[in-house]
């Protein structure tokens, strides 16, 4: 069944490396919690606060081997007022073969606190 796997994270500061950094990180969480390949994947959205333009976080997707065929989309949120800052968020698209109960949504760093109702949320500890 083709579902929708969330995954967030922030950044401390606007710098490409840690943009990049930080996508991949909550990229592979999100990959191997849910025990997904890139054939699976139909495509990948990103989406930056108003507050991050030093990269496109599309580029760690690319980055990451066997990966770099994967679709991958990146906009801009809408800019809310109060809303969370320097939030990268995710949404892949994938060929899962669990009920979406079952799909392990991934919020690390300050992007905890968008869902802490789904499954997996963990805090970073560096």
Not at 40 to 49: D, G
Not at 73 to 90: D, T
Not at 118 to 125: E, I, P
């Amino acid at each position: 069944m083709i579902r929708g796997v969330r995954g967030a994270t922030t950044v401390k500061e606007n710098r490409a490396e840690e943009i990049w950094e930080e996508t991949e990180r909550v990229l592979r969480e999100m990959i191997a919690e849910n025990h997904i390949t890139a054939d699976q994947v139909s495509h990948i959205w990103f989406t930056v606060t108003s507050d991050l333009n030093a990269a496109f976080p599309a580029k760690a997707a690319r980055e990451i081997p066997g990966w770099e065929f994967v679709p991958v989309m990146c906009a801009q949120e809408i800019p809310v007022p109060g809303s969370l800052e320097k939030c990268i968020r995710v949404m892949m698209t994938a060929d899962v073969k669990v009920p979406a109960k079952d799909v392990q949504h991934v919020f690390l760093n300050e992007a905890v606190a968008l869902r802490p109702d789904l499954g997996l949320t963990k805090q970073n500890d560096s």
